[in-house]
Structures are given as C-alpha cells and as structure tokens.
C-alpha cells in the first residue's frame, strides 16, 4: 500500500518565481491538506481540499494556491517566491469516511529560494 | 485561535530510562490530540493519539495522557531506545477536518 507521495523531493527557485508542489494521497484517502513547516518549527496548516475545492485555509497569502483532481491528487502553487518562503512543504491526507483526524504525511519537498 | 505549547524544547535522556513531553494548548473545543515522530529528512510519522473522550491510551513502550479540564496532554516513552531519538511534534485540532495546529517540537536524544 503506497503511502502519501510528494514530488520533487526538492526545488531550488529564485526570488519573484513561481512554484509547483505535487501529492498523491495514500490510498483510500480523498481529502489533501497543505503544510509549511519552517527549520527548527512545527508544521503551519496552509489550506485543505476535498471534492476538488478548498475546505479550509490557514493564516496564509493568496500567493498560496492549490488544487484538487478528480483522482484526489492535489497542487500546490506559490507565486513571486519570496525569501521566506523556503521550507519544507508537507502534504498530508486522511479520509472523510473513516474519520478527518488521522492525517497521514509524506515526505515533503524542500523548497529553496535563493 | 487555538495555541499549542510544548516542552521541553530538546531532552537528552539514557537508553533505558523514561522520557516525557508536555503540551498545552489553548483552545477548549479541541478535541483531537495526535503526537507526531519526525525523522531527519522525513515527514511526521503518527505514533499515538487520543480524543476527549479519553483520559490515556497505550501502545506497547508510548503512552499519552490527557487533562482536558488544565487542557494540557503529555507523552510517555517507557524504555528508551537509540531508534526513539528525533524530533516529536504535538498537536490539537476539532472533529471532522479542522486544521491541526502544531507545537513547536522536543528533540530527543536517548544516549547508548
């Protein structure tokens, strides 16, 4: 059973930028959330989607958007990178039938920019 | 919003002995409480969790108890081993989707 996957593994970018973030959510699972976890912190919650639509947003800038495809894979895309926009980028997923608490994560992609 | 607590921030311990973190959170309608063991290079791995409901739950060598009334909860590990070193997040977050909010992290280090 493939567990939550995330690609790449990592991503070097320039101020001003543009990203693209993918996550295949474990399987059996369709709703995808989106979190920043800067070094040394704990995970930041940045949005949620389930049947293709944002559910839930955290404390973050429009320059943070995502997407969901019929399959449940999910985006994640930031505009006019800034400086601080480096960390790592996890994705988790859970399923709506058997209860949203259990979030599952993936390995994350490491976003630098420079 | 909700706030999530954690202490300590790092904890050495021996291989062998017990270790304990402490998480407080803030707000009162939580009621999900998920502990979190990330390796380096890895994404948070779910090792235990608990609902409101229940005051302490236990999984071989890792136990968490929750105090909903001082709204803080901690974790448990009984016979450190080398392997339980790395970072432990805490968590809280309401039923059915709400976003979970994540302490700041203990690293542990459990010396052979």
């Known amino acids: 059973d493939a567990g939550v996957t995330q690609s790449p593994t990592h991503l070097i970018k320039t101020r001003g930028q543009q990203v693209t973030l993918r996550c295949s959510p474990k399987?059996?699972?369709?709703?995808v959330s989106w979190y920043q976890q800067a070094l040394g912190q704990g995970p930041q919650f940045i949005f949620q989607y389930y049947e293709e639509e944002e559910r839930q947003r955290g404390n973050f800038p429009d320059r943070f958007s995502g997407h969901q495809f019929p399959n449940y894979s999910s985006e994640l895309n930031v505009n006019a990178l800034l400086l601080g926009d480096s960390a790592l980028y996890l994705c988790?997923?859970?399923?709506?039938?058997?209860?949203?608490?259990?979030?599952?994560f993936g390995p994350g992609t490491r976003l630098t920019v420079l | 919003g909700e706030n999530v607590e954690q202490h300590p921030s790092t904890l050495s311990v021996q291989e062998g002995d017990s270790a304990v973190i402490k998480c407080t959170y803030s707000?009162?309608?939580?009621?999900?409480f998920p502990w979190y063991k990330q390796e380096l290079g890895k994404g948070p791995q779910l090792i235990i969790d608990?609902?409101?409901?229940?005051g302490e739950k236990k999984d071989q060598r890792i136990a968490v108890t929750l105090n909903k009334t001082a709204k803080h909860f901690s974790l448990h590990i009984t016979e450190t081993q080398p392997e339980d070193s790395a970072v432990y997040f805490c968590a809280a977050s309401r039923d059915y989707g709400q976003n979970f909010v994540f302490g700041p992290g203990t690293r542990l280090s459990v010396l052979p």
């Open positions: 707000d009162s309608a939580s009621n999900y």
């Open positions: 988790a997923s859970s399923s709506r039938f058997v209860g949203l608490d259990e979030q599952f």
């Open positions: 608990i609902r409101s409901n229940v």
């Open positions: 399987s059996g699972h369709d709703t």
